[in-house]
């Protein structure tokens, strides 16, 4: 079965700092995307990022950037220079073949004044 | 463009009653889920479908049905409705392959 792990249930950050959120999945497929969504308080999920599996490159978007380890089966999000709009669930997603994405559990972020 | 819209944002029903949750995209879009986030957690998959005409159960269909005669639309039924159903509900949609989900902005149900 595929899984989709997120061991840190809530992390806090200062602002302008970095923080480093982690996901690790399972799946016995070759080809797959991964994601990041951003849930603020206002409810509405958001993509932050998503990652090719068949690309060796991490992805970015601004100040947000993943490291995907296909070998570990990781893909941790990255975001420097944490801003106070960045506090929000963030959960990490897989698709592969089949229709339906996997989710995360989710991790609860603040960003600290 | 509007993309996904769901109605309403908020219900509260007594234990028993039923309704439904209307979720319409614009975008064209072939495939459609439903799920369910109960509080601090995760999204569960209730339904969702790949087409018009086309739906299949995800992993807590219990308690719902769902249809799709249209490609726009895909409403959510809720039959004799208990506490357990208590939860946000999120709709979202997709054109196909790998591409990202497009979220509504949820419906809050509470049963009481």
């Known amino acids: 079965a595929q899984t989709v792990t997120q061991s840190q249930p809530e992390m806090s950050v200062q602002e302008a700092e970095t923080v480093t959120l982690s996901c690790t999945y399972d799946?016995?497929?070759?080809?797959?995307?991964l994601f990041w969504y951003k849930q603020p308080p206002s409810r509405q999920m958001i993509l932050v990022i998503r990652q090719e599996a068949y690309k060796q490159q991490n992805a970015t978007e601004n100040r947000f950037s993943v490291n995907f380890q296909k070998a570990a089966k990781s893909f941790s999000l990255k975001i420097s220079d944490s801003q106070l709009g960045d506090t929000a669930m963030y959960f990490c997603?897989?698709?592969?073949?089949?229709?339906?994405?996997?989710f995360g559990t989710g991790t609860r972020l603040k960003v600290l004044a | 463009n509007a993309g996904v819209t769901q109605t309403p944002k908020f219900r509260i029903l007594k234990i028993g009653q039923s309704m439904t949750l209307q979720c319409t995209q614009d975008m064209n879009h072939n495939y459609m889920y439903w799920y369910r986030q109960d509080p601090g957690m995760g999204l569960k998959l209730i339904y969702y479908?790949?087409?018009?005409?086309?739906?299949d159960k995800g992993e807590v269909p219990n308690g719902y049905n769902v249809s799709r005669s249209t490609t726009e639309d895909f409403p959510l039924r809720l039959e004799l409705a208990a506490p357990s159903q208590t939860s946000v509900y999120f709709c979202a949609s997709r054109s196909g392959g790998y591409d990202e989900q497009y979220f509504g902005p949820g419906t809050r149900l509470t049963v009481t």
């Open positions: 799946t016995s497929e070759n080809n797959y995307y």
């Open positions: 479908s790949v087409g018009a005409g086309i739906t």
């Open positions: 997603a897989f698709i592969s073949g089949t229709y339906k994405y996997i």
